[in-house]
């Protein structure tokens, strides 16, 4: 959890001994919606609770309880259900749906342009819920991509109806600037009245940016942006963007029609024409793929500190064609009225009231809200004095980053961009570089799941392993060297070590023992240790019991051999001869000393034992004296008396 998270207040708090307070999500300037868990129904819910400098603002707290009202009526799966709103001393609070996920205008500062698949499923989804608040006689009036909820899961839904009122009580008055000047309705600018149309007008504008990527009116002042509602036509979607069917330009510029009459009577008219393009353009809307029951993903994702922001519906757009068997019948419906004297005079008075009106915006409104500045890559003295320059207090945080230097900015919360109070607290996260870990002995287990374990530490692989031949199994590491992120001397991880995120490692990996050879002649050896490339040479060795030409072993290596090294084969000569003493002549008893001392083994008929060693005489032996045997050969005597 970030250090803006902890330094939060609400964090922990439990409101009206229910809602247990988990983590902040969204801030706004009327409002701050938490993550909270109800105790009473052990289910996650989003807390949103008014700011406390206008709990006491019994406007601010009308919106609050009409907001709770108005979707409380509702039974849509495509609004944000509202369960619940109270007070507990201070804080005035809804309890309402939690939804992870991102809301349309996130995903438009992410795509800029959505594609047509991606428009369908969205407009659809809207149009539904929109549908649902007429339909019960409900104008929600605060229609913008702001308030479109895009959840993981593939949800869409229509959420903030703090604005929202009968369409009975359809004037604006005082409260005419709470919508967003982008997409005001002309009437609501003219006159201050709203009704079911105005919602379609909102929507017509929301269609338009969707599909091209920026709002049709700009000015530096809401009264210039307000002025060009009031007074220009909203253009073509496929002036800026080409690959807008004919279709969707027509549907855009029925729903922006200046004149209320001239539009779709509600979402529901607007629905119906949407799906005939649908039908018209073979493209529909994304199917939601539906909750897994039990433990929620939500919950997953905050319990592991992660909020993964999913675009529903994110598709692969299909061939479009222009025709149109219903364009003709929709240009006729946005003929444009010609401008007569009496809207000059009107928009005399709608000047006035501007001028008073952009008092409040920019004093108390949400004009007085600053956004916050981008400090990304600076020092905290740089991000200070930036937010300072906005009227924003920089409170110092930290937090671990692999990719921003150490004492640089990661960001801000809020979120560079957020619009916030003047003299707010707005954390500036500086990086601490990257985490560390202690990391388990790596030895002994194969290269992938080395791999996986360490890439759960953003470690990564440098290059090829490099390869032994050991008694270890063949496939598993018998070595790891890790290089800090940046470069350094590489650390022995074999067994265990601390390590930094975004650094590399190096394995050594064993291929197995070498081929055993021992006993093979020496061609079917160096044919086997080929195979596995080794080189060979050979050295000769006499062997006793050894065959000539077979190999008795492979010769001492500094370390573990590698493929392309070269491996010694020791290969017996056989056994070594030695020269047989010439004994003939001697007596028995020399002659027979003689051949031990040589090392050869005497042989003759035992008899001659009995005859007194005098009187013996060798007359020959076999082998003869001066051949060559190994030693241990045995040698016949032929003995005879002296004559």
């Not at 992410?110 to 809207?126: F, H, K, N, W």
């Not at 006035?352 to 949400?366: E, M, N």
């Not at 390869?467 to 001397?489: H, M, Q, R, S």
Request: include cysteine; proline fraction near 6%.
């Amino acid at each position: 959890m970030s250090t803006s998270q902890q330094t939060d207040p609400l964090i922990g708090r439990l409101v009206d001994g229910r809602y247990r307070v988990r983590a902040r999500i969204a801030r706004g300037g009327m409002a701050t919606v938490y993550v909270a868990t109800d105790l009473r129904l052990e289910r996650r819910v989003a807390l949103k609770v008014m700011h406390g400098h206008l709990s006491d603002d019994t406007v601010f707290q009308g919106r609050f309880i009409q907001e709770a009202r108005a979707a409380a009526r509702l039974a849509d799966p495509h609004v944000v259900n509202v369960f619940d709103q109270g007070q507990d001393g201070e804080l005035a609070y809804l309890v309402m749906e939690y939804l992870p996920g991102i809301t349309m205008r996130e995903l438009l500062r992410e795509q800029r342009r959505l594609t047509i698949p991606q428009t369908i499923t969205i407009m659809d989804a809207v149009l539904s819920g929109l549908a649902a608040a007429h339909r019960a006689g409900i104008v929600h009036r605060d229609v913008k991509p702001e308030n479109v909820l895009l959840a993981e899961d593939g949800r869409i839904k229509i959420g903030d109806f703090g604005l929202a009122r009968a369409t009975s009580a359809n004037t604006a008055t005082g409260q005419m600037l709470l919508g967003t000047i982008a997409y005001l309705a002309p009437e609501l600018v003219t006159r201050g009245t709203a009704d079911a149309r105005s919602d379609i007008y909102a929507l017509g504008i929301m269609l338009y940016e969707m599909l091209v990527g920026e709002q049709p009116y700009k000015g530096e002042q809401p009264m210039q942006i307000a002025y060009q509602h009031a007074t220009d036509s909203v253009p073509r979607p496929s002036a800026k963007n080409p690959g807008v069917p004919e279709q969707f330009d027509e549907l855009v510029m029925w729903a922006t029609e200046r004149e209320p009459d001239d539009r779709p009577t509600d979402a529901r008219v607007m629905l119906e024409r949407l799906r005939e393009i649908e039908k018209d353009l073979g493209v529909f809307p994304h199917v939601v793929r539906t909750v897994t029951p039990g433990a929620t993903r939500e919950e997953e994702a905050y319990d592991s500190g992660e909020m993964t922001k999913v675009m529903p519906g994110t598709f692969t757009a299909p061939t479009v064609t222009d025709d149109s068997d219903n364009a003709t019948r929709l240009r006729a419906r946005t003929r444009r009225n010609s401008v007569t004297g009496g809207w000059l005079i009107a928009l005399v008075l709608l000047l006035a009231g501007l001028a008073a009106g952009a008092g409040w915006w920019f004093g108390s409104g949400p004009g007085s809200l600053v956004a916050v500045a981008d400090v990304s890559g600076r020092s905290i003295e740089e991000a200070s004095a930036l937010l300072a320059e906005q009227s924003l207090v920089a409170v110092p945080g930290q937090d671990y980053s692999r990719d921003v230097p150490t004492g640089q900015a990661i960001g801000t919360d809020p979120p560079a961009g957020s619009r916030v109070d003047k003299d707010s607290e707005v954390t500036v996260i500086i990086s601490l570089g990257p985490a560390s870990h202690d990391l388990a002995a790596l030895s002994g287990v194969s290269v992938d799941a080395a791999t996986a374990t360490l890439a759960e530490f953003f470690i990564t692989p440098s290059g090829d392993p490099t390869p032994y031949f050991t008694d270890a199994p063949e496939g598993t590491v018998i070595g790891a060297w890790i290089t800090p992120p940046g470069g350094g001397d590489a650390v022995d991880c074999t067994s265990g070590c601390t390590a930094l995120e975004g650094s590399t490692v190096v394995y050594d990996v064993s291929l197995g023992p070498i081929p055993d050879v021992v006993g093979e002649n020496v061609d079917a050896a160096r044919s086997t240790l080929s195979d596995v490339q080794l080189e060979t040479s050979v050295a000769e060795e006499f062997s006793d019991d050894v065959d000539k030409g077979v190999v008795i072993g492979i010769g001492e290596h500094d370390g573990n051999f590698r493929p392309g090294d070269t491996v010694t084969l020791i290969v017996s000569k056989g056994p070594q001869l030695f020269e047989v003493p010439s004994v003939v002549g001697m007596t028995l008893s020399d002659a027979a000393q003689a051949l031990r001392d040589a090392g050869f083994s005497p042989n003759y008929a035992a008899f001659w034992n009995a005859v007194p060693n005098g009187l013996t005489k060798v007359a020959d032996t076999s082998p003869a004296g001066e051949s060559l045997h190994p030693r241990g050969t045995r040698i016949d005597l032929t003995i005879s008396l002296l004559g």
